[in-house]
Structure formats: C-alpha cells, structure tokens
C-alpha cells in the first residue's frame, strides 16, 4: 500500500519537529560543556543564563521537566563543589 497524503504530511511534520529538538538539544549540550569548563568566578556569573536555557527547552516540551531537574541539579552540584 502507497503513502496517502495524511501519512506523508505527518512524515514532514516529524522531520521538522525533530530538527528543531536536535538544534535545542545541541544548543543546550554545548552550553552545558562551556559552563563546566569555566572556573568558578566565571561559573557564578554563567550560571543563570545556563539554567535559564535549560528551563525554556522544557518549557517547549523538548526534554522533560525532570531531566531538566536533574541537568540543573548536577549543575548546581559542580557549581559548589568545585
């Protein structure tokens, strides 16, 4: 049986959505790897606008919000321990 036209404009719409969640998710694992190069004065000042990111690709419903918990919590804990 061949693709109807429902199936195919889900098949576009999957692809698109799934570009958008790669570019959000890379976004946010390079930001996350700045971040825990950073010293610690540096990590201070970089620390909101990090968790700041986090809470807006969860907000999107790109990840989901305990994971985005969790990333925020490591970051915290790698923040006062280091």
């Known amino acids: 049986m061949s693709a109807k036209g429902s199936e195919l404009k889900r098949v576009r719409q999957s692809r698109k959505a799934n570009s958008r969640n790669r570019h959000y998710k890379s976004k946010m694992g390079t930001a996350i790897k700045k971040f825990l190069a950073l010293d610690k004065k540096e990590a201070k000042e970089a620390f909101p606008s990090v968790i700041k990111m986090i809470d807006q690709i ?10 985005a918990n969790n990333k925020k919590s490591r970051l915290a804990q790698h923040l006062n321990n280091q």
């Open 58 to 67: 969860c907000s999107k419903g790109i990840i989901h919000k305990n994971k």
